[in-house]
């Protein structure tokens, strides 16, 4: 939508890239030298986002190291040495690819068959084993707007909304829907959480917070199944999993009598059980609900971050799997390990990083694996992993300064919407990628 005034030149809806929900009720002012005057909707997250424009910390010429110290060189200097790295590597590792857009993990695809490397992206330590059950059970999903018109139970299992996906809560929870006259009134919100995250902070009288004891996830639900099939019939006197019996007594009636229910889960559950499949039980629990309950209609919506969904449609439908994916003589080979089996045992000769910060982010033990091999970063800001690559390619930021697809959390389709020009022109993801592809051919 685009609106002049007197004194503004325009108005424009913006979909915020700031995380999976991918908020499309936000509204931008422009000067008329087209400098954002104001912003309307944003949660602080978002308005941080759009301010990464401003950062001191943006990198505006490609750098490649020299005498180990990262100096500025052009464009074509820094894809050189990127096709001198490629060149001398048998086992190129690409990795991140989720702070970005599809037309970028396309190209990411496209360049891993080229030079025969393994790409995965930040899902593989995140909801990649999730989508792994859901391509062998299926998946009782719905969608943010059945969220906002229709559910009635909202649990967070293991996620904090209120700091991953902050205006979840006022686009759901707090939003009245088309279908009724009531609003938060008749949402019941249930924290499963070991911690008082801040989503605790918006439960009121009628919610639950269900105090669960770390790594107990999958006890939970095991005996929430037994309960649903009357394999137990009653919760111990004294609670379970450091739950307390009428407060698992009131989770099991929302279960069985809420008229539609979402669990919306994250990292903690995940990180939960390692060794035990908890998504899969989790999953399970819900087929169980919604076959034997008379009213009452569940879903789930894992809270992904940015991205994440993007990857799995992208190397799904271009190569029908989205994990542990590896090109050898430019096909798809099997693959026996994924990431992190790859670094931890040595598996690849350089790396090649794109908007993802792995040096943050993984843990030491194999973020110092991936510092004693080249590093090829291509981000739009200093981050560790820039710090020790040796090339870093910059970008402009997705969905701000280049449109381009994404996927938000419940798997819809959304376009991001170019809002300004990007410093120096630098390129997108895409652009940059399909420069190397365009480089390894000449
Ligand atoms: S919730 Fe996420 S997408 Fe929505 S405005 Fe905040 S950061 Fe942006």
Redesign the pocket.
């Known amino acids: 939508m685009t609106k002049s005034t007197k004194n503004q030149e325009r108005i424009q809806r913006f979909v915020?890239?700031?995380?999976s929900?991918?908020?499309d009720d936000?509204q931008i002012v422009f000067s008329k030298n087209n400098e954002i005057l104001e912003t309307y909707?944003?949660?602080l997250?978002?308005y941080k986002?759009i301010n990464e424009i401003n950062s001191k910390n943006r990198i505006k010429n490609p750098l490649i190291r020299k005498n180990g110290v990262l100096k500025e060189v052009s464009l074509d200097e820094a894809l050189n040495k990127v096709k001198e790295l490629i060149n001398s590597s048998q086992k190129p590792l690409l990795y991140g690819f989720v702070n970005t857009t599809c037309e970028a993990q396309i190209n990411g695809i496209h360049l891993a068959k080229k030079i025969n490397g393994f790409i995965e992206s930040n899902a593989s330590i995140c909801h990649g084993q999730t989508y792994s059950n859901v391509i062998e059970s299926g998946l009782n999903s719905t969608t943010l707007n059945e969220c906002i018109n229709k559910a009635d139970v909202f649990i967070f299992w293991g996620s904090n909304a209120a700091e991953s996906?902050?205006?979840?809560l006022t686009r759901t929870i707090f939003s009245r829907g088309k279908f009724r006259i009531t609003g938060r009134e008749i949402k019941t919100l249930i924290l499963i959480d070991p911690r008082e995250t801040a989503t605790y902070g918006v439960a009121g009288a009628r919610d639950l917070y269900l105090p669960l004891k770390p790594g107990k996830d999958l006890e939970l639900i095991q005996f929430l199944k037994d309960m649903i099939l009357k394999e137990k019939s009653e919760v111990p006197a004294d609670g379970f999993v450091g739950i307390d019996k009428q407060d698992l007594n009131r989770f099991i009636l929302n279960l069985k009598g809420s008229e539609n229910g979402v669990i919306l889960f994250g990292q903690g559950v995940i990180n939960s059980n390692p060794n035990g499949n908890v998504i899969k039980a989790l999953i399970e629990l819900v087929d169980l609900i919604n076959e034997t309950s008379k009213r009452s209609r569940f879903s789930i919506i894992p809270m992904t971050g940015h991205n994440m969904n993007g990857f799995i449609q992208v190397s799904l439908s271009l190569l029908g799997k989205m994990g542990q994916i590896e090109f050898s003589n430019n096909q798809l080979v099997e693959s026996k390990k994924e990431l992190i089996s790859k670094i931890k045992d040595d598996e690849f000769d350089m790396s090649i990083i794109v908007a993802s910060d792995p040096i943050s982010n993984l843990p030491i033990t194999l973020s110092s694996k991936l510092t004693k091999k080249p590093i090829i970063a291509i981000d739009c800001f200093i981050t560790p992993t820039t710090r020790l690559a040796d090339v870093v390619l910059p970008v402009a930021i997705a969905g701000i300064e280049t449109d381009g697809l994404v996927y938000r959390m419940d798997n819809i389709p959304m376009n991001l919407q170019k809002i300004i020009d990007p410093p120096a022109n630098l390129p997108s993801d895409e652009q940059i990628l399909l420069k190397i592809i365009q480089k390894m051919e000449e």
């Open positions: 915020c890239p700031g995380c929900l991918y908020c936000n909707g944003l949660c997250k978002g986002k996906h902050p205006k979840f």
